[in-house]
T-cell receptor, first 114, second 117 residues
Framework: AQSVTQPDIHITVSEGASLELRCNYS??????LFWYVQSPGQGLQLLLK??????LVQGIKGFEAEFKRSQSSFNLRKPSVHWSDAAEYFC????????????FGTGTLLAVQP | GAGVSQSPSNKVTEKGKDVELRCDPI?????LYWYRQSLGQGLEFLIY????????KSGLPSDRFSAERTGGSVSTLTIQRTQQEDSAVYLC???????????????FGPGTRLTVT
């Protein structure tokens, strides 16, 4: 069965520092992979997605992610974090088939120190 | 353009009562999903609608949960005889048609926070 692991529950970084959030997935075929961000009291906003092709994908708000098939990973990165990036980040894999429901990781809560 | 909207934003109900949660998808989107976000279970799929096809109800946790989608647009999630473990944020998402090339992207609404007392 498909699954997503986000090993870091909570990460704190200083404003201006670089960021990497880890995501590992389990899926039998080429996955559809997503990163979403959720601010307090808000819904989920799509940051970026990977379907095929170039393994380094660019998203909104200066985020990027790299698909590494050999490591079953899809880590999210940002070179310089802003205070407004403080939020919870969810990695997800599309289950494919007729439904393509999303299987989510447990999320990583990002805090940004001034 | 307008995003996915959900109502109410918050709902407090007594154990045993029925509740209805509403979702208005993005105009032109053909697929609609319901998810539940709770502290203990994280984000979990509930049900999926695509056009006029039979819905995928495989994620509904019990027969107290049901959903319908009228006219291929608005959807209502109904929980009968609510229990305290139903307390969660219920999120709705919609997707463009597959032919658009973006059919695997899901766009989420702000959610309805349900509290069962």
């Amino acid at each position: 069965a498909q699954s997503v692991t986000q090993p870091d529950i909570h990460i704190t970084v200083s404003e201006g520092a670089s960021l990497e959030l880890r995501c590992n997935y389990s899926y039998g075929a080429t996955p559809y992979l997503f990163w979403y961000v959720q601010s307090p009291g808000q819904g989920l906003q799509l940051l970026l997605k990977y379907f095929s092709g170039d393994t380094l994908v660019q998203g909104i708000k200066g985020f990027e992610a790299e698909f590494k098939r050999s490591q079953s990973s899809f880590n999210l990165r940002k070179p310089s974090v802003h205070w407004s990036d403080a939020a919870e980040y969810f990695c997800a894999v599309g289950a494919g088939g007729a439904t393509n429901k999303l299987i989510f990781g447990t999320g990583t809560l990002l805090a940004v120190q001034p | 353009g307008a995003g996915v909207s959900q109502s109410p934003s918050n709902k407090v109900t007594e154990k045993g009562k029925d509740v209805e949660l509403r979702c208005d998808p993005i105009s032109g989107h053909t697929a609609l999903y319901w998810y539940r976000q709770s502290l203990g279970q994280g984000l979990e799929f509930l049900i999926y609608f695509q056009g006029n096809s039979a819905p995928d109800k495989s994620g509904l946790p019990s027969d107290r949960f049901s959903a319908e989608r009228t006219g291929g647009s608005v959807s209502t999630l109904t929980i009968q005889r609510t229990q305290q473990e139903d307390s969660a944020v219920y999120l709705c998402a919609s997707s463009p048609p597959l032919a658009s090339g973006r059919g695997y992207e899901q766009y989420f609404g702000p959610g309805t926070r349900l509290t069962v007392t």
